[in-house]
């Protein structure tokens, strides 16, 4: 009976120190998540480890930081695209298809790539189709430039080091420079542009989908042949997109509630010496 319950409470710890590491926005160092969950340092340097062994979290190669790793990021993916407010998210595409009559989607940054967690296609036979869990780069879609603009500074800067800004069409922004200057504008308009820079005779208008303290965590967007909806016809549907995106951040926010309750249980589990 002793031994299960130690096992239960290394998993609980475990669990604590998981969540610490994803919910940070930023790599955590050993100290930090020590001093935030009041654990022994040799139990939170043990449990990382095997954390670290089951892909769960990863150490940051210049650093003593750990960030979540890949094996938690696709758990966490498959968690909010299964979630019981999946259902509420497709309904309010739909209805902004039927305000818009264009296709929309609702996205999250994965990496260095979009990840379409869902997507109403509109009804015209002219239309790229992309299925949900589709990815698209972030440098040249609507989607990617605001959620990139939006990462804390850090994030943001780590990230543009190591993305690669391949060309797709004349209008691809390849150089760091001049997406830099994007994601600066970006932020202050409140929303991003794709003018046909990631497929020829596409464009695409994103807006952010905020949760907790303003914070960006989603993109929900508008695509559409230029033919059909030239882009300065497609921004006069930025209002559409905006009452979407603030029925798909209480979906977030719904989900985030129905979590914080038994999470916070067992992290005062987890904590109790």
Request: include cysteine; glycine fraction near 4%; proline fraction near 5%.
């Amino acid at each position: 009976m002793g031994a299960k319950v130690d096992s239960s409470a290394a998993a609980l710890r475990a669990f604590a120190i998981l969540e610490t590491v994803a919910g940070a926005g930023r790599p955590v160092s050993m100290s930090e998540i020590v001093e935030a969950l009041r654990l022994p340092k040799p139990t939170v340097y043990r449990l990382l480890g095997l954390l670290e062994q089951a892909l769960l979290v990863q150490r940051e190669p210049s650093s003593k930081r750990y960030s979540i790793g890949p094996r938690a990021s696709r758990f966490a993916l498959d968690a909010l695209t299964n979630s019981a407010t999946r259902g509420a998210r497709h309904a309010i595409l739909q209805r902004l298809v039927d305000d818009i009559g264009e296709t929309c989607n609702f996205t999250i940054l994965d990496g260095a790539e979009v990840v379409y967690l869902d997507r109403v296609e509109t009804a015209w036979p002219l239309r790229m189709n992309l299925q949900t869990g589709s990815r698209v780069p972030l440098h040249c879609s609507a989607s990617g430039k605001l959620l990139l603009a939006h990462l804390p500074r850090a994030a943001r800067q780590r990230l543009l080091e190591r993305l690669p800004l391949e060309r797709f069409t004349d209008h691809t922004l390849t150089t760091r420079a001049r997406l830099e200057r994007e994601l600066e504008r970006i932020r202050a308009a409140g929303y991003a542009t794709d003018d046909e820079e990631y497929i020829t005779g596409l464009v695409c208008v994103a807006a952010p989908v905020r949760i907790a303290r303003g914070r960006v965590a989603a993109a929900v967007a508008v695509h559409a042949p230029t033919s059909r909806l030239p882009l300065d016809e497609a921004l006069k549907h930025l209002p559409d997109l905006e009452r979407a995106a603030d029925a798909l951040s209480e979906t977030l926010m719904a989900d985030a509630a129905a979590a914080a309750a038994p999470v916070r249980r067992r992290t005062a589990l987890a904590t109790t010496p």
